[in-house]
């Protein structure tokens, strides 16, 4: 489902953050990808969605050449991508019902087939019953489940994560490794960097280490391998 091949990316003040990988993930997979902060992992799974592109070098994602699609594309392309991030991104001045419905409605689904999606991923996470809340009334774990839901609404092939569970503590890390544990098993492809030494060692998933922008280790089930 992602291919990458010998991409590099040097950002325009000349760091180079990727410099050389060559990568293949299948639908279905869990990868875990572990590194040293600086280490180039933000920038090699933006490359994934299209947040950066590379400088050099093929990424192939659901069989489409995405160094070459159009700008204008992107959008089409990003629908089957769901992304969660460290501090969440929700809308502030939406409830938890609409931050999740947001996507639905901009590709105009029927309200009938959005509120029983929107319903149906709240529950997933177990919060329809704060689905008229807003985010400031949530707590750090919650508001994680929040942009969870968000992400996964469209039913996308692939979610991305980037240290998702960096802001949390450790029960409400369990819980969005729970969540995203059931997701994998209905056949969505996780690719989520992490610095979770506890949830990495202990939920077993292929690892991708990286250091200085190329991958070092490559491992099934691999460990975290890193002491922080
Ligand atoms: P990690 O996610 O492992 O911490 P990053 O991909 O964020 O690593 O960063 C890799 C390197 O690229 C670092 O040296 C970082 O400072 C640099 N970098 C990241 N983003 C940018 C940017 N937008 N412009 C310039 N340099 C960047
Ligand atoms: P956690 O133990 O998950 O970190 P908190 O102790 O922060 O949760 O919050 C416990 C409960 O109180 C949560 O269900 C949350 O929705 C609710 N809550 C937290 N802060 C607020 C707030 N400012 N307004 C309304 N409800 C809140």
Known sequence: MIVMENVYKKYPNGVVAVNGIDVEIEQGEFVYVVGQSGAGKSTFIKMMYREEK?????????????TK??????PLFRRNIG????????????????????????????PRIIKKRVMSVLDLVNLK????MFPTELSGGEQQRVSIARAIVNSPSLVIADEPTG???PENSWEIMRVFEE????GTTIVMATHNKEIVNEIKHRVIAIEGGTIVRDEQRGEYGYEV
């Not at 050099?56 to 069989?63: W, Y």
């Not at 699609?69 to 992107?74: E, F, Q, T």
């Not at 019953?129 to 008229?132: E, I, P, Q, T, V």
């Open 69 to 74: 699609l159009k700008n204008s594309k992107v």
């Open 83 to 110: 992304v969660v991030f460290q501090d969440f991104k929700l809308l502030p001045k939406l409830t938890v019902y609409e931050n999740v419905a947001f996507a639905l409605e901009v590709i105009e689904e029927s």
């Open 183 to 186: 997701i994998n098993a209905r």
């Open 129 to 132: 019953h704060k689905a008229r």
């Open 54 to 66: 590379p400088t050099e070098g093929k990424i192939i994602v659901n069989g489409v050449d995405i």
């Open 167 to 169: 802001n949390l503590d």
